[in-house]
């Protein structure tokens, strides 16, 4: 069994920073793409960015986009999310994830959708007041 483990939440003022760490342990498993969904109260899960396992690809939303960067260290089994100019609107619940690959590598973007990845951590709260 794999598991998702996320680091690095906590509450920050408007403008901080923060580095989130997603480590992967249990079983071995080839991995597509990992990346991180977040979460307000009260709405629906939103993508916030994924990277290619093999390539390093990366995506990224408008709403983060040139704030956020994902990063992967593939000897570790570990990725990571730096979180500049934080916003209130931030504020939420994030996930790490991971698309597991069954065949050959995939060209193209990595995946951005909720029932593209196959492996949900428990979250970590971020909490960015104004």
């Known amino acids: 069994q794999v598991q998702l483990v996320e680091s690095g939440g906590g509450l920050v003022q408007a403008g901080d920073s923060l580095r989130l760490s997603c480590a992967a342990s249990g079983r071995t498993f080839d991995r597509h793409a990992m990346g991180w969904f977040r979460q307000a109260p009260g709405k629906e899960r939103e993508f916030v960015a994924a990277?290619?396992?093999?390539?390093?690809?990366?995506l990224y939303p408008d709403s983060v986009k040139g704030r956020f960067t994902i990063s992967r260290d593939n000897a570790k089994n570990m990725v990571y999310q730096q979180m500049n100019s934080l916003k209130p609107e931030d504020t939420a619940v994030y996930y790490c994830?991971?698309?597991?690959?069954?065949?050959?590598?995939?060209?193209?973007?990595?995946?951005?959708?909720?029932?593209?990845?196959?492996?949900w951590g428990q979250g970590t709260q971020v909490t960015v007041s104004s």
């Open positions: 994830v991971a698309a597991v690959r069954t065949g050959p590598p995939r060209v193209g973007p990595p995946p951005s959708r909720v029932y593209e990845y196959d492996l």
């Open positions: 990277i290619k396992w093999i390539g390093g690809n990366t």
